[in-house]
């Protein structure tokens, strides 16, 4: 499960990508946010996801041209 504190690192990863690639539109950056942040589901130990995401969500970004 994931608690609040999770989901706000994450929408501040989604905000601060969203900045890092503005040719690519808000939804496409949380789609992809999600995606990556989808793979951690039932992971226990939760402290490093925000930072894995991230690092993943650029990975992919900047394959689409971002």
Same mark, same amino acid.
């Given at each position: 499960?994931? @608690?609040?504190?999770?989901?706000?690192?994450?929408?501040?990863?989604?905000?601060?990508?969203?900045?890092?690639?503005?040719?690519?539109?808000? @939804?496409?950056?949380?789609?992809?946010?999600?995606?990556?942040?989808?793979?951690?589901? #039932?992971?226990?130990?939760?402290?490093?996801?925000?930072?894995?995401?991230?690092? #993943?969500?650029?990975?992919?970004?900047?394959?689409?041209? #971002?």
């Amino acid at each position: 499960m994931v @608690d609040s504190n999770e989901w706000a690192a994450i929408e501040q990863v989604v905000d601060r990508l969203t900045q890092s690639y503005p040719s690519l539109s808000q @939804d496409t950056v949380t789609q992809v946010v999600h995606h990556i942040h989808a793979r951690f589901d #039932g992971r226990p130990v939760r402290d490093f996801v925000p930072l894995f995401v991230e690092r #993943g969500s650029r990975r992919e970004l900047a394959g689409l041209g #971002g």
